[in-house]
């Protein structure tokens, strides 16, 4: 099985979408990228991530380009901006799916308040890529 994740910057949310499904079941073949990477991962999400035992920091954003002629099983947005800008796939592609997420590099005030967003995120992230994957089960 082989999924793709979407957002713009590949920084944060469809990072911790892969390291989710990743840690669900090591054998999926997971991927991510965004239509305008950012240089390197967000902070933020690597430290909740890791508060729930996933690495997430070795991973660097990519450019959704590198896997537009690859065949995969799903593609998953996980931003509207991500959805709107979504290449065209030439490689077959058997399900596209949208599952938005607010963007927690939005979130402003304290440290503790950023961070209790991007947890919000997380967790909201988990529940639903949760549910997609029990659905693959089915």
């Known amino acids: 099985m082989r999924i793709l994740i979407l957002c713009t910057g590949n ?3 469809s990072q911790m979408a892969e390291g989710f499904l990743k840690s669900f079941e090591p054998t999926l073949e997971v991927f991510s990228a965004g ?3 950012a240089a390197k991962p967000n902070p933020y999400a690597i430290e909740v991530m890791a508060e729930v035992g996933i690495d997430i920091s070795p991973n660097q954003p990519k450019n959704v380009d590198l896997f537009v002629d690859q065949p995969f099983d799903s593609v998953i947005t996980v931003c509207n901006g991500a959805k709107e800008v979504c290449p065209v796939f030439t490689g077959k592609v058997i399900h596209r799916l949208h599952i938005g997420f607010e963007d927690p590099a939005d979130a ?3 440290r503790d308040e950023i961070l209790f967003v991007y947890r919000k995120i997380r967790d909201q992230i988990k529940e639903r890529f949760t549910e997609f994957y029990q659905d693959l089960k089915i």
Do not use: E, I, M
Request: charged share 10%.
């Open 35 to 37: 239509t305008h990477p």
């Open 11 to 13: 920084s944060c949310r």
């Open 108 to 110: 402003t005030g304290t």
